[in-house]
């Protein structure tokens, strides 16, 4: 088999809602391809459901940090990226294993729902904020982000007094644009304010507080280094992701009047709005990667025992092997069995959460505000095109 010219990472998006064109055109031709990452690495790309499925599900690939390449940027940003201990995404099993078992008893779907008075409070708090300041204003920076930094904050025991930093130290990690330099000041202040908390916390013995990061310590199966490090990924994580599919969510509806007309006049379609926004517009921007432990065949490709391979789940969630004409907005769609929060077993740990910020956030906004409506132009809002997660920088409402 011939394979075609190896490929780099596509980043320009035609359509800001849209994934870039060229995934479309190599799904149909070749699903699996040679592609240069970062660093000059040959390795291979993904882009159909079923491949980026059977990758994300096969033990044969690792994701531990010292075999990764990055799709774009330099190797110095990767190795500026140490990994810490506790740091769960980038571990194989069985130590992968040991720091899932520890922490999935946390995210249940039970401990999830247990929340959801406590989300709805901080809605609503948040949103007479936005009401009181008055109009126009920035739903990034007074609705999207403070909802999910709020509850991770609770969820993990963290003073919200502190969010200017680790938001701060957030974007730093996640922009393609930082510099080495910049990369590891940010990872280094991020771990330095989490090891002082995790210290604080097991140091006051007799009233921890409450919060997952307490709980951890109590539990006495985790090292201090690993509890910072779990508790690094959760606090990225928690609030990055969500924060920016509430804000690209919202202009995704006001773009399309006519999803948003249905959501209002049947708010129970909620549930499948929230998968279909999930599925339609896949915020992961770039990756995930994964290293082959042996040589392997996938989709008809040869792939070589270390040679990585970038998946985009943005084309997976966009095959019309997989979803009926994807690209079109449907809330009323059935898109269960997108790749959005991953597949396997590291699967997005906090992904019942994100549901239900959502299905309480989007609802309550719209409720509160029934004539929402940009601020600027459309062409005017700007878009997080170098960044790992993808979303908008602002978001100017007014109503």
């Not at 393609?176 to 908390?197: G, I």
């Not at 896949?282 to 290293?291: D, F, K, N, S």
């Amino acid at each position: 088999m011939t394979h075609p010219e190896p490929v780099t990472y596509p980043m320009t998006r035609e359509n800001p809602l849209d994934p870039p064109p060229e995934f479309g055109r190599w799904r149909e031709e070749d699903p699996v391809r040679p592609m240069v990452f970062g660093d000059g690495h040959a390795g291979w790309l993904a882009v159909s459901h079923s491949a980026v499925r059977a990758v994300l599900a096969d033990p044969r690939f690792s994701t531990r940090a010292d075999l990764l390449h990055l799709p774009v940027g330099r190797r110095l940003i990767q190795e500026a990226r140490r990994i810490l201990p506790g740091f769960f995404l980038r571990l194989d099993p069985p130590e992968h294993t040991r720091f899932r078992k520890l922490l999935t008893g946390q995210f249940t779907v039970r401990r999830m729902k247990q929340l959801e008075p406590r989300i709805e409070k901080i809605t609503v708090d948040r949103l007479d904020a936005m009401e009181s300041g008055g109009a126009p204003a920035d739903l990034v920076k007074d609705f999207a982000l403070p909802i999910p930094s709020l509850v991770i904050c609770e969820l993990l025991g963290v003073p919200y007094a502190d969010h200017d930093r680790f938001q701060r130290d957030s974007r730093t990690l996640l922009s393609f644009d930082s510099t080495p330099e910049q990369v590891r000041a940010a990872l280094d202040d991020l771990t330095d304010y989490l090891t002082d908390l995790v210290v604080r916390k097991h140091d006051d013995s007799g009233d921890p507080g409450d919060g997952l990061i307490s709980g951890l310590i109590a539990g006495g199966g985790l090292t201090a280094e690993e509890i910072t490090g779990v508790s690094v990924l959760l606090l990225i994580a928690g609030h990055e992701t969500t924060a920016n599919m509430l804000a690209l969510g919202t202009y995704t509806l006001l773009r399309h009047p006519d999803q948003l007309a249905a959501l209002r006049e049947n708010p129970g379609l909620i549930d499948t709005a929230v998968e279909e926004l999930l599925r339609f517009l896949t915020i992961v921007h770039v990756g995930p990667v994964r290293a082959a432990l042996e040589d392997l065949e996938l989709e008809g490709r040869p792939i070589k025992a270390g040679q990585n391979v970038a998946l985009s789940l943005a084309s997976a969630n966009r095959d019309p092997a997989r979803f009926g004409d994807p690209g079109t907005l449907d809330i009323t769609r059935d898109a269960l069995g997108h790749v959005t929060f991953g597949h396997g077993i590291h699967q997005c740990l906090g992904q019942q959460l994100a549901r239900i910020e959502m299905r309480i956030a989007y609802p309550a906004l719209f409720r509160r505000f029934p004539g929402l409506r940009l601020a600027v132009p459309p062409d005017q809002v700007s878009f997080r095109s170098k960044m790992a997660v993808y979303g908008v920088h602002a978001l100017p409402v007014t109503w």
